[in-house]
């Protein structure tokens, strides 16, 4: 399956400055019955968006007007310390990736969340706290901050000052996400290849 390519993204974020996001947070287990990819965005951080009558918490972040209204949508999720930890399950990256998210910074990811979603085309940016701090403090005096997250330089940049930091991706991983493939989409790319390789082989 095929995902986003991504390059450069430009875009204005969702901050989230909660430490220790685990996976049944992001996706409760009473919604992994699916067996496809598509839907789990509608019950991403179900427990914390919805009231036992299914009404909107007004007070988390995603039912607030200034990060869920009309215009651009926010592409970037910003986390706090230790973000998908717990379960290994797939479908917390897929919640995320379906809700519209491109790319989650926090300053430490769960190694096994961290797989997942570079597997669907999410990009997972650590960057140190101290410029953690930063972005949650910028997002908080301007809801309309940017962030730009080059892959291609493996750079995260808070528009807003120009302060930018470095950040590390497997080489496989980032050949992948710049060409929106999957593991399987990548061996395909590869199928002339394997065919003339195949012709010199002897049986």
């Avoid at 399956?1 to 430009?10: G, H, P, W």
Wanted: with cysteine; net charge negative.
């Amino acid at each position: 399956m095929a995902y986003d390519k991504f390059t450069i993204l430009r875009s204005t974020a969702v901050p989230m400055p909660i430490e220790n996001v685990d996976t049944d947070q992001i996706i409760p287990a009473r919604f992994l019955k699916a067996t496809e990819r598509k839907g789990f965005g509608d019950n991403l951080f179900r427990d914390w968006r919805y009231n036992n009558d299914d009404t909107p918490k007004q007070d988390f972040v995603l039912n607030n007007p200034t990060y869920s209204g009309e215009g651009s949508p926010r592409k970037i999720l910003v986390g706090g310390k230790n973000f998908g930890s717990g379960s290994s399950r797939e479908h917390a990256a897929w919640a995320i990736y379906d809700y519209g998210f491109r790319c989650v910074v926090s300053s430490f990811f769960a190694d096994i969340f961290r797989n997942n979603s570079l597997n669907i085309g999410i990009l997972p940016v650590q960057v140190s706290p101290e410029f953690l701090e930063k972005i949650f403090a910028a997002i908080d005096a301007d809801p309309n901050t940017e962030l730009e997250i080059n892959l291609p330089t493996q750079t995260i940049t808070l528009l807003v000052t120009g302060e930018s930091e470095s950040f590390n991706i497997n080489g496989y991983k980032k050949h992948n996400l710049i060409n929106g493939y999957d593991d399987i989409d990548y061996l395909l790319s590869m199928k002339g290849e394997i065919e003339t390789f195949a012709e010199t082989r002897p049986f």
